[in-house]
């Protein structure tokens, strides 16, 4: 089975973090710009991805952006989520929208009260901002992402009452990592689809090929025990590139698609499929240079040159 193509927009690779975000590095200015420059130049980059061949995108809904204050929403974000998600839709690109980024930060107010880490604050605060999103856009989106990470901070009722507030026509996901995977098993019957989070390892390792071995092993059990818990629901698979060392993002992008999408684990004696209906991989710009002087990884470089990790990641699909 071939998986649908997608890509993450994120706040910290594509947008930047506003002064009202906790992780604002200068409260002083209105806002610490990312490197992508997708802020401003997002209609051409929307059309630049169905281009080649993605179709769906994960656009992250910052918080800080759209709710700088306790309770209304800013107009300002509003028109500019709204503008993004009509045009994604208009050349052809669903919207997977994920309204708690891994790297977005939240709200200083919020975290003046207590923070995603006080139960009594997230689940007082966490479904009106739900409620919000789903009003201004719940016809747009194609598929809901609440969290990246379904981590402990977001306690059992609080998933409970996102997939209540949600469920619609677009499916909600539960996204999970490797070590997060028994969460599944506990929120049974609250979500539409499983979200597989895969990381690449760190460990220091000279062999490449042992090293893809390794990770490739890991991939593998990840998806099978999301296909055993998904009970049919969908699969997706999320993988950030950044981070990590360019020399690795080629090869280890196209081990995952070919774990994600391997015949051989399409459907077990039930029925289930453990490969992926849609893989995200993000960044979708490389924003930084190293130490070394190398850009970062991501499937298209600062200029919008085509990486070869985003060349792989569309041949894989094309071939």
Same mark, same amino acid.
């Given at each position: 089975?071939?998986?649908?193509?997608?890509?993450?927009?994120?706040?910290?690779?594509?947008?930047?973090?506003?002064?009202?975000?906790?992780?604002?590095?200068?409260?002083?200015?209105?806002?610490?710009?990312?490197?992508?420059?997708?802020?401003?130049?997002?209609?051409?980059?929307?059309?630049?991805?169905?281009?080649?061949?993605?179709?769906?995108?994960?656009?992250?809904?910052?918080?800080?952006?759209?709710?700088?204050?306790?309770?209304?929403?800013?107009?300002?974000?509003?028109?500019?989520?709204?503008?993004?998600?009509?045009?994604?839709?208009?050349?052809?690109?669903?919207?997977?929208?994920?309204?708690?980024?891994?790297?977005?930060?939240?709200?200083?107010?919020?975290?003046?009260?207590?923070?995603?880490?006080?139960?009594?604050?997230?689940?007082?605060?966490?479904?009106?901002?739900?409620?919000?999103?789903?009003?201004?856009?719940?016809?747009?989106?194609?598929?809901?992402?609440?969290?990246?990470?379904?981590?402990?901070?977001?306690?059992?009722?609080?998933?409970?009452?996102?997939?209540?507030?949600?469920?619609?026509?677009?499916?909600?996901?539960?996204?999970?990592?490797?070590?997060?995977?028994?969460?599944?098993?506990?929120?049974?019957?609250?979500?539409?689809?499983?979200?597989?989070?895969?990381?690449?390892?760190?460990?220091?390792?000279?062999?490449?090929?042992?090293?893809?071995?390794?990770?490739?092993?890991?991939?593998?059990?990840?998806?099978?025990? @999301? *296909? %055993?818990?998904?009970?049919?629901? +969908?699969? #997706?698979?999320?993988? &950030?590139? =950044? !981070?990590?060392?360019?020399?690795?993002?080629?090869?280890?992008?196209?081990?995952?698609?070919?774990?994600?999408?391997?015949?051989?684990?399409?459907?077990?004696?039930?029925?289930?499929?453990? @490969? *992926? %209906?849609?893989?995200?991989?993000? +960044?979708? #710009?490389?924003?930084? &240079?190293? =130490? !070394?002087?190398?850009?970062?990884?991501?499937?298209?470089?600062?200029?919008?040159?085509?990486?070869?990790?985003?060349?792989?990641?569309?041949?894989?699909?094309?071939?």
């Amino acid at each position: 089975m071939r998986s649908r193509r997608g890509t993450t927009i994120s706040v910290a690779d594509s947008l930047g973090h506003v002064a009202t975000s906790t992780l604002a590095t200068n409260r002083l200015d209105g806002v610490d710009p990312s490197d992508s420059g997708f802020v401003t130049r997002w209609p051409d980059d929307l059309a630049l991805l169905a281009d080649v061949g993605i179709t769906e995108v994960r656009l992250s809904f910052d918080w800080a952006r759209l709710q700088p204050r306790p309770g209304d929403l800013s107009d300002e974000w509003v028109e500019w989520y709204g503008d993004v998600v009509g045009a994604a839709r208009a050349v052809g690109l669903a919207t997977w929208a994920c309204l708690l980024d891994a790297d977005g930060g939240v709200p200083r107010w919020l975290d003046n009260e207590g923070g995603l880490g006080d139960s009594e604050t997230i689940v007082r605060w966490w479904p009106r901002w739900l409620e919000r999103i789903a009003d201004e856009f719940g016809d747009r989106i194609d598929g809901w992402i609440p969290a990246v990470h379904a981590s402990p901070d977001l306690p059992t009722p609080a998933w409970r009452d996102t997939w209540g507030l949600l469920r619609g026509e677009a499916p909600v996901t539960l996204s999970l990592r490797e070590s997060d995977l028994a969460r599944a098993e506990e929120l049974r019957g609250s979500y539409d689809g499983i979200g597989v989070v895969i990381e690449l390892s760190n460990d220091p390792l000279d062999d490449l090929d042992e090293r893809l071995r390794l990770d490739g092993d890991r991939w593998a059990e990840q998806l099978g025990r @999301a *296909a %055993e818990i998904s009970d049919d629901r +969908p699969i #997706v698979s999320d993988l &950030a590139l =950044d !981070d990590h060392d360019p020399a690795l993002a080629e090869p280890a992008l196209a081990r995952l698609l070919q774990i994600a999408e391997s015949s051989d684990t399409s459907a077990d004696d039930d029925g289930a499929s453990d @490969a *992926a %209906e849609v893989v995200f991989v993000g +960044p979708m #710009v490389a924003t930084h &240079a190293g =130490d !070394d002087g190398a850009e970062s990884t991501g499937l298209f470089d600062a200029h919008r040159a085509m990486r070869p990790e985003g060349a792989t990641y569309l041949d894989v699909a094309e071939s």
